[in-house]
Every structure is written in structure tokens, then in C-alpha cells.
């Protein structure tokens, strides 16, 4: 299984960016799907997530302003990202939790990371 993010990039304060994740391999089902990021000196932190039937939840510092959505046809992950502050400066991580069609185990995996920086 593997996930490919993308849709990083600079963009100035104010501005909108769109990141894409797609997972592909031995997938039988997906059931999370989320987005964390990290910030240099900081943590790794949960900034949106999705179940398989529709449910999101977001970090308090997003809320209003990012928006997580999934395409269960496609196994991709979306977030749209608008009104970008010079904090939301980070590496995005897509993470998705599979159930593999082969034996059917369950296992978290994680992208690679796309960078966003935002400037002032």
C-alpha cells in the first residue's frame, strides 16, 4: 500500500492551496482517511479527518477554513485549504487506515509529505 500527496506549494497569506492523496496497492477498503502536519520545532498534528460513510472532524485552528473530502471510488483524499496563514507553514501528511484484500489485515500508512509555506 502507498500514498502519494500532492499539491504543495508557496502562496501568500490570504491565498488558497488544494492537496491531493492518492492510495493505491492491496486495498480492500479504506477507512480513515486524514491529514496531519508538521511544523518545524513542532509536533505532528491531526488537521482534518474523514470515516468512510461521511464524517469529518478538524483541529480548532482550521475550522472554517479547511475542508477535507474523499473520493471512495478513486481512494484519494482531498484538502482544500483557504485563507492560509503564515502558520499553517508545515509539511502536510495524508494517512489512511486499510484493511488490505489479501488476508485482509489492517495496517495505518503514510505519505510522504508535501510542503506548504505560506508567507506574510
Known amino acids: 500500500v502507498q500514498l502519494q500527496a500532492s499539491g504543495g506549494g508557496s502562496v501568500q497569506a490570504g491565498g488558497s492551496l488544494r492537496l491531493s492523496c492518492v492510495v493505491s496497492g492491496n486495498i480492500f477498503t479504506i477507512n480513515a482517511m486524514n491529514w496531519y502536519r508538521q511544523a518545524p520545532g513542532k509536533e505532528r498534528e491531526l488537521v482534518a479527518g474523514?470515516?468512510?460513510?461521511?464524517?469529518?472532524n478538524y483541529a480548532d485552528s482550521v475550522k472554517g477554513r479547511f475542508t477535507i473530502s474523499r473520493d471512495n471510488a478513486k481512494n484519494m483524499v482531498y484538502l482544500q485549504m483557504n485563507s492560509l496563514r503564515s502558520e499553517d507553514t508545515a509539511v502536510y501528511y495524508c494517512h489512511a487506515d486499510v484493511i488490505q484484500r489479501v488476508g485482509y489485515y489492517r495496517n495505518t500508512y503514510w505519505g510522504q509529505g508535501t510542503l506548504v509555506t505560506v508567507s506574510s
Open positions: 474523514s470515516t468512510r460513510g461521511g464524517s469529518t
